[in-house]
C-alpha cells in the first residue's frame, strides 16, 4: 500500500475556493477520486477521474462547483473547489489505484490513500 500525499487543504468563508492536490502516485495511470468526510458522518465519494481520457464523475452535491483533474507527468491529481458552502467541510482524502476495482464511489475500489486534508468553510 502506498500513502498518498494531500495538500491545499484549509479555511475560507462562504463562496470562496480551494485546490487540493494529491502527489506521489506511483503509478503511470489510475483510477483516482476524493472522498470527504463531514463530522459525524460517513465518508462519501465526490470526485473520480480515469487518468487515460480524463472521464470523470462528481456527487450531486459537488457537480458544476467542484473540478477534478489529473497530471500524468507530474503523477498528480487536483481537485479545484468554487462556491464552498459550510456544508463543505470536513476532511478531503485522495484514494487511486492502478486497476479497476469497482464503482468509483466505492472506498473499497481504491488501494491506495492519503492521510487527509482538513477543508473548514465558515460563514
Known amino acids: 500500500q502506498v500513502q498518498l500525499v494531500e495538500s491545499g487543504g484549509g479555511s475560507v468563508q462562504v463562496g470562496g475556493s480551494l485546490r487540493l492536490s494529491c502527489t506521489d502516485l506511483?503509478?503511470?495511470?489510475?483510477?483516482a477520486a476524493w472522498f470527504r468526510q463531514a463530522p459525524g458522518k460517513e465518508r462519501e465519494a465526490i470526485a473520480s477521474?480515469?487518468?487515460?481520457?480524463?472521464?470523470?464523475n462528481y456527487a450531486d452535491s459537488v457537480k458544476g462547483r467542484f473540478t477534478i483533474s489529473s497530471d500524468s507527468g507530474k503523477r498528480m491529481i487536483s481537485l479545484q473547489m468554487n462556491g464552498l458552502q459550510p456544508e463543505d467541510s470536513g476532511m478531503y482524502y485522495c484514494?487511486?489505484?492502478?486497476?479497476?476495482?469497482?464503482?468509483?464511489?466505492?472506498?473499497?475500489?481504491?488501494?491506495?490513500w492519503g492521510q487527509g486534508t482538513r477543508v473548514t468553510v465558515s460563514a
Open positions: 484514494a487511486a489505484d492502478q486497476f479497476y476495482r469497482g464503482s468509483w464511489h466505492r472506498e473499497t475500489s481504491y488501494g491506495d
Open positions: 506511483p503509478y503511470s495511470s489510475w483510477y
Open positions: 477521474i480515469y487518468s487515460r481520457g480524463g472521464a470523470t
